[in-house]
Each structure stands twice: as C-alpha cells, then as structure tokens.
C-alpha cells in the first residue's frame, strides 16, 4: 500500500513556492515604498504624513523579510535617516533611522544585523 499523504516527486512544496516569488515580492515591496514616496511629495499635510509610513512601512517589511537583499547605509547629509537600498535598483530611499536600529553615529545593533554581511551601515 502507498501512504496517500506522501509527496510526489513532482510536487512543490511551499518553501520552494515562497522562493519562486520572493524576487517578485520584494520588487513589489520597493515599487510601493517609491511609490509612496513620489505621492508624499506631491500632497499636504496628514495625507503626506500617512504615505510617508506607507513607505516607511514598505522599507521595513523589505528589510524584514529581504534581509540579503537590502543595504542600509548612513547618510551622512541627513543625520537622522538611514538610506535603503536594494542593489538591483539603481535608487535609495530614506527612512527614520531610529526604525532601522541605527543611532546618531549610524551603528547598528548587533543583535539585529548578526555578522553584517549585506545590510551594514557606514
């Protein structure tokens, strides 16, 4: 008899689905957080406050769920803001950087970046 819970050679299983499209979804992630970005400069007052944590939000899911992808370096220009970058866009964007845990100096915390690799601050 054959289990019927077994697993064909042909099947996928859901780690290698979410693999397939983590590429897809970080593009999505930073398109919304440019998008939002874009928008923000473009309206006034609360509205320009909540697409600014819309983008704010979209940079900190990408750097959560794409840590290998994403680069976060100080800027030394804007005290207060880290910079986030994916190397396969030719742009940055700006965010908080008490967010992304940075201080003044632009040190990350260990705990938080583990040996550094592709997301470290300058």
Do not use: C, W
């Amino acid at each position: 008899m054959t289990n019927p819970h077994r697993r064909k050679r042909g099947n996928r299983t859901f780690r290698k689905i979410l693999n397939s499209v983590a590429s897809d979804n970080a593009v999505r992630l930073m398109g919304r957080a440019r998008l939002a970005n874009i928008v923000a400069k473009s309206v006034r007052g609360e509205s320009r406050v909540r697409t600014y944590a819309i983008k704010t939000q979209a940079l900190l899911r990408l750097t959560s769920r794409f840590p290998e992808r994403v680069r976060i370096v100080y800027d030394f220009n804007t005290p207060r803001f880290v910079l986030v970058k994916v190397p396969i866009f030719r742009f940055g964007l700006h965010a908080p950087s008490y967010l992304f845990g940075t201080g003044q100096t632009g040190e990350r915390l260990l705990a938080q970046s583990g040996s550094g690799g592709s997301r470290r601050v300058r």
